[in-house]
């Protein structure tokens, strides 16, 4: 009975406020919106509402806070619309700006992947939430559409030394008590935020002074480790270094290098210092260099088009070798 | 169109953010159906105060804003707690705390 009265009731509203039936009374009073405003609203409303269904259908949390920021900001039109230019910036200041941009924060920390389980831990929830969630929009239709509104002030004179300077007048005036009690709990928000995301640490913390003692402890390599490469011959990644005894160092190659297989061979580097050690070098020097040089001989010595592995060239090379000892000793 | 169609577009929003809360299960989208709730609110209030030509509802609405900041600085850091603790932000999870 009471439910069809409202019912009935929202209907005239309705009609009432149809555009024929309303424009005569948008002339009388100084609060009705213009014509202009009626574009801005016709035009704003069906994507707030279809925007704000996203927030129920949208699979993905961000495609739900991108379609809630889109309402948040076409809700700070209405409210410039309205003569609200103060709440129209703070609007997009702190709802778009602040308090959604710290939802997208949250939504990258949690995961964004983070799809909704559709299972039904009550039973029948969806359909209750879906009828409570009807209930209270015909429960609303019927309060808007029953109450008996004045006819509309409008803010011109509430506005005279603009809509920033009468709030501040009210803010700081009537009721600066209810400013302070604001201020002292938002301190109390950021302290609760920082106390409800604080982690305390399981394990002590690992710092330079304890990593050097542990190494000091376990006695090896104290040092850094020598950097790869023979200098006076082979600089290069896939060269180990040759100790002071001139024995080649593992370790001096990167450990990628090792583990792939990638090493150089530094046999021949640590067998001629080998024989300088064993003091061999001065009285065999050339026959040494002779045979390094049949084994690789050097490109300039090689004429293009011969075929290698001829004996001919390398007697040339042998050749030029004896005749020239000094040079070859230069190279 | 008059001033009550801002009216039943604020109750249009108000019932789709709270059925947000009800239907959806992310806690986080659930949350923000609470946002959506308050905006609707103030949408409202915006709407009265020009209606009666009185700012104190775009006062009204003004601390309305700055409580939700603080409100949404709390909720978050409680949806992060839980997330880290129980790797899930589904508000069902939310019932094993008991045991």
Known sequence: MSAALTASALVADLTSALPGGVLPQAVDSPGDPSTAEAVLFWVLAPVMVIASFGLLFARKAVHAALSVILVMISLAFMYVTQGAVFLGVVQVVVYTGAIMMLFLFVLMLVGVSTADSLV?????????????GLGLAVVLAGVIGTAAYPRPVGLQVANEDSNPVGIAHLVFGEYVFAMEVVGALLVTAALGALVYTHRRRLTPRVDQRSRAALRVRSGQHLAPLPA????????????????????????SVPRVLRVRGQEADAAEYAARIDRVIGGRAAAERGVAARDEQTATPPPHADPGGAPAGEPRIGDAVAGVDAGAPDSEEGK | MTLTHYLVLSGILFSVGASAVLLRR??????????????ATNLALVTFSRLHGDLTGQVLAFFVMVVAAAEVVVGLAIIVAIFRTRRSASIDDVNLLKS
């Open chain 1, 120 to 132: 039904e831990t009550i039973r029948g929830q969806r359909w209750i939430g879906w009828l409570a």
């Open chain 1, 228 to 251: 790869p490469g023979v200098y006076a011959k082979h600089n290069a990644m896939d060269v180990p270094a040759l100790d002071p005894y001139g024995q080649p160092i593992e370790d």
């Open chain 2, 26 to 39: 992310n806690a986080i989208i659930a949350f923000m159906g609470v946002e959506l709730m308050l905006n």
